[in-house]
């Protein structure tokens, strides 16, 4: 039986994966942007949303998944 705090576990690794890999992006973008002088750039975009919800979500249903395997 999942509870609510296995939720809550998963949620908060979920919302760190996707921090980290989403800064990681906007390194790499903005190092571009910085040796390619590529234009103006945006600091949240709706393409950065779009990644973050879309990284957040498969992280949190894997980790769901895990825990009920688990149990």
Do not use: D, P
Not at 20 to 34: E, G, K, R, T
Not at 59 to 64: A, G, N, P, T
């Amino acid at each position: 039986m999942i509870t609510f705090v296995t939720y809550l576990k998963a949620a908060i690794v979920s919302l760190l994966v996707a921090a980290v890999i989403l800064f990681m992006n906007m390194i790499i973008s903005y190092s571009m942007h910085a040796l390619f002088n590529t234009g103006k750039r945006e600091w949240l975009s709706t393409g950065t949303g779009i990644i973050f919800l879309l990284i957040f979500l498969s992280s949190f249903l894997y980790q769901i998944q895990k825990q009920q395997k688990g149990s």
